[in-house]
């Protein structure tokens, strides 16, 4: 049995996933986000530190982290409003005092984060605070999900 990265094909210097785990990452990203009309090519996608982007609603932000997933992401990140963009927040610190967790997330966004991760990576880590963003990333991608918000 071969984990995920032990699938990644390597073409010269390419570096894909395996068109199976190509096929299943797109179709979780596009349960997320929708595709864009003048996507960002694939090799300025691999050059861009960070390459990111938020769904429509803006509770949701995907992070390619690895070569391969900047390729899947690249679909879903309009090249023109690359510049104009929202900016990668700053680095969320979950470490420090105890705390009752007291955020709350749609499970409608907590299954499809979880399907991205499952079908991109063999493994998942989840850090949550109370009133932060969830983030759940692996190896490949990183998915920051803004709390809901209660108005009782």
Known sequence: MTTKMEEIVKEGQIQRFDIKTESKVLKAINKILDEVKDPINENDAINTEPLF??????????RAISEQAKRCLSRFCDKENREYGHKYPKEIDYNG?????????GSEYLIKIMRLMNDSGDSVKLQTKHDYPLKAFNEHFEVILAPRCDTD
Do not use: C, D, V
């Open 53 to 62: 982007t938020m769904n429509t609603e803006q509770t949701m932000l995907i």
């Open 97 to 105: 005092e105890k705390f009752e967790i007291k955020s709350r997330y």
